[in-house]
């Protein structure tokens, strides 16, 4: 796949046709010179975007991973393997059990960086063992303003953030997206499942997959983007403002709390100041470290 033009954008404008293909540019000339890569790939846009890259320049010198771990929910590991088999790269599910790690499971504020550290070490044993150079992350250049402390894991990994590297942003991203025909250039970001569980709580398989089961409730009755904060025997619901009048609605309130419940809560509340990225990063936030992504 090749990207020729960007829709829309005015002279100037950092989504303007000539903007973003300078930028693209400029990935593909990062690329170009890899002995090969791996992708750590989600499904989402951003590592999608990134294999898209990648297929174009490495062709079979590329190799998606996906990191199968209880962090991600099935439906979104079958996502991943739909759009890998459209993008036509090598795809690989690698297990990893993350809650062997004490430092990830105890839930400390900088639990992604555990992760992570972890998640590109597994990486870098597949890529050795492909004779592969690189590895390659999402990482775009908005994520680089928030709390993100599995960027300092990918540091000091060596890997490689190619759409940050080149200035892309996120909505740069999704229009990079489209232009390669990826059904998920829209979509939500969906950060894993642990950042829905309060710091210093522990991590567990079961809390994941409850929360799992009760977001796709919420997403099979049509809530795009939507957070299940678990608190223990507590299921906490954000979705944007604009979609609580609905979610609040007789009868459709009663099926989703009924729903909610059967993953495994006891009590369902939803919470009226609605969808707010990072909520558990929202008191790190107002000292100055800065909001995350869950």
Do not use: W
């Not at 680089?144 to 991203?173: H, M």
Request: a negative charge; glycine letters at 10%; one cysteine or more.
């Amino acid at each position: 796949m090749t990207i020729s033009t960007v829709p829309r954008g005015l002279p100037g404008d950092p989504t303007a046709p000539d903007v973003l293909a300078a930028k693209a540019t400029a990935v593909r000339a990062a690329l170009a010179g890899l002995g090969g890569a791996v992708v750590a790939f989600s499904g989402g846009v951003d590592s999608s975007v990134v294999a898209a890259f990648a297929i174009e320049m490495l062709d079979e010198r590329a190799l998606a991973c996906t990191i199968v771990s209880g962090l991600l929910p099935d439906e979104e590991i079958r996502e991943a393997e739909a759009i890998a088999a459209a993008l036509g790269i090598r795809h690989r599910l690698v297990p990893l059990d993350v809650l062997a790690l004490p430092a990830f499971v105890a839930n400390p504020p900088d639990r992604c960086y555990h992760c992570k550290a972890r998640v590109l070490a597994t990486l870098r044993e597949v890529a050795d063992a492909e004779g592969f150079e690189a590895i390659l992350h999402g990482e775009n250049a908005d994520d680089q303003a928030v709390y993100r402390p599995g960027a300092r894991a990918a540091e000091e990994a060596g890997a490689i953030a190619p759409l940050a590297g080149a200035g892309i942003t996120k909505a740069e991203v999704r229009a990079l997206a489209r232009e390669f025909g990826l059904p998920n250039a829209d979509r939500p970001s969906a950060p894993c499942l642990a950042t829905r569980i309060p710091y210093g709580e522990p991590v567990t398989l079961e809390r994941m997959r409850r929360i799992g089961v009760a977001e796709a409730v919420l997403r099979r009755a049509g809530f795009g983007v939507v957070r299940v904060r678990d608190h223990g025997a507590i299921a906490r619901i954000e979705v944007p403002l604009a979609d609580l009048p609905r979610l609040l609605a007789p009868g459709l309130r009663e099926r989703v709390s009924a729903e909610v419940r059967a993953a495994g809560y006891a009590h369902v509340t939803i919470d009226l100041d609605g969808y707010r990225s990072g909520s558990f990063d929202l008191a790190r936030a107002a000292s100055g470290t800065g909001g995350g992504d869950g």
